[in-house]
Structure formats: C-alpha cells, structure tokens
C-alpha cells in the first residue's frame, strides 16, 4: 500500500526531473532520530533528525503504480 509521503516525494522528483530534463535525481528526506532504544529519551530536548538522500530514476515507459512501489521500498 503507497503511503501519502510516497505520492509527495514521487510528485517531486517528477517535477525535479522535469524541470532539469534529467532522467536521474536525487532530493533529501528528512527522518526522525529520536530512538525508542535511548533511555530516557522523552525528556530530552533537541533536533533528533537525520536527512537523507533519495535517489529516483524516472524513465517513460515505466508503470507509475510499479515506480512509486520502487521509490516507497
């Protein structure tokens, strides 16, 4: 099942490729760092974020349903 962040981030790097007429991009997502492992992790105060790359190839004969199941994995 696609998530509504898979739609975002599959919009986006649609129109990042469109607009710089490049097959290949990549754009940064951001995650939470805020571990349940951490003792006490719930009184502690701060940015716990991590940014990551996301990678997305676009090609026009690809299926869209098959190519956000891709980027979603």
């Known amino acids: 099942q696609l998530t509504q962040n898979t739609?975002?981030?599959g919009a986006w790097?649609?129109?990042l490729s469109s607009l710089s007429r490049r097959?290949?991009?990549?754009f940064g997502v951001v995650v939470?760092?805020?571990?349940a492992?951490?003792?006490e992790v719930e009184s502690m105060v701060g940015l716990f974020i991590?940014?990551?790359p996301v990678r997305a190839?676009?090609?026009a004969d690809a299926e869209l349903t098959i190519?956000?199941?891709q980027l979603q994995a």
């Open 7 to 9: 739609l975002v981030q």
């Open 13 to 15: 790097a649609l129109l």
């Open 23 to 26: 097959e290949d991009v990549v």
């Open 32 to 35: 939470s760092g805020r571990s």
């Open 37 to 39: 492992q951490v003792a």
């Open 50 to 52: 991590n940014t990551l």
């Open 57 to 59: 190839t676009i090609t």
């Open 67 to 69: 190519w956000l199941k």
